[in-house]
């Protein structure tokens, strides 16, 4: 029972450019959506979130965009920088749960 | 306050052993989270704490896995007779009541590996 799919394994862009990656989920029950980052070695980054009230949260060059109806969300790395490169979680969570539900992840390259 | 912090790093152990990995949550949060992460996956839950109390276990968490958090600081996770399938990442997170839009602060985990 995958609740949480990001389909996209890996990512490459050219720095400077956009990076946008998605996320779909299943369960409604989810109010809130959170994006993780993660490099070798190290335990996953809290990055930005989004409460299921909004459709967009900025923060810096980092956006995320929540579409309820069709239950995805995305971020956006704008401009995409080599420091970037990592793998990226969407963990969305409920009032009504105590815990987090983590997709696969995507790996993301930045090519200098 | 230094974050979350885990101990040990790495740990290689025999089928069959037991082992018991700690975790030491920012000192303000009153919620702990054990989460276990293979290669390619994303974390997945295991087991959560509020204060004292594990208010919830994955049925991910079978009979040889047990958490205990004693003094609603820090937790141990015990593995009893490893099996090749439990060697992947340990990772213990801490929040505040409630996940919040601010999420958990992860520590950077213990790997296990079971030869």
């Known amino acids: 029972d995958q609740q949480v799919k990001q389909n996209s394994p890996s990512l490459s862009v050219q720095e400077g450019r956009i990076s946008i990656l998605n996320c779909d989920y299943t369960?409604?029950?989810?109010?809130?959506f959170l994006w993780y980052k993660k490099y070798p070695a190290e335990g996953p980054t809290f990055l930005i979130s989004?409460?299921?009230?909004?459709d967009k949260n900025e923060d810096g060059r980092f956006t995320v965009f929540l579409n309820k109806s069709a239950k995805h969300l995305s971020l956006h790395i704008v401009p995409s920088q080599p420091g970037d490169s990592a793998v990226y979680f969407c963990?969305?969570?409920?009032?009504?749960?105590?815990?987090?539900?983590f997709g696969q992840g995507t790996i993301l390259t930045v090519h200098p | 306050d230094t974050g979350v912090s885990q101990d040990p790093r790495h740990k290689i152990t025999k089928r069959g052993q037991n082992v018991t990995f700690r975790c030491d949550p920012i000192?303000?949060?009153?919620?702990l989270y054990w989460y276990r992460q293979t290669l390619g996956q994303g974390p997945e839950f295991l087991t959560y704490?509020?204060?004292?109390?594990?208010?919830?276990k994955s049925r991910l968490l079978s009979d040889r896995f047990s958490a205990e958090r004693p003094k609603g600081s820090f937790s141990t996770l015990e593995i009893q007779r490893t099996e090749q399938g439990d060697s992947a990442m340990y990772l213990c997170?801490?929040?505040?009541?409630?996940?919040?839009?601010?999420?958990?602060?992860f520590g950077s985990g213990t790997r296990l590996t079971v030869v």
């Open positions: 704490f509020q204060n004292e109390a594990q208010l919830e």
């Open positions: 963990a969305p969570g409920g009032t009504s749960y105590g815990k987090l539900t």
């Open positions: 989004i409460s299921s009230i909004k």
């Open positions: 000192s303000e949060h009153n919620r």
């Open positions: 997170a801490s929040s505040l009541s409630g996940p919040t839009n601010y999420g958990y602060t």
């Open positions: 369960n409604s029950m989810f109010d809130y």
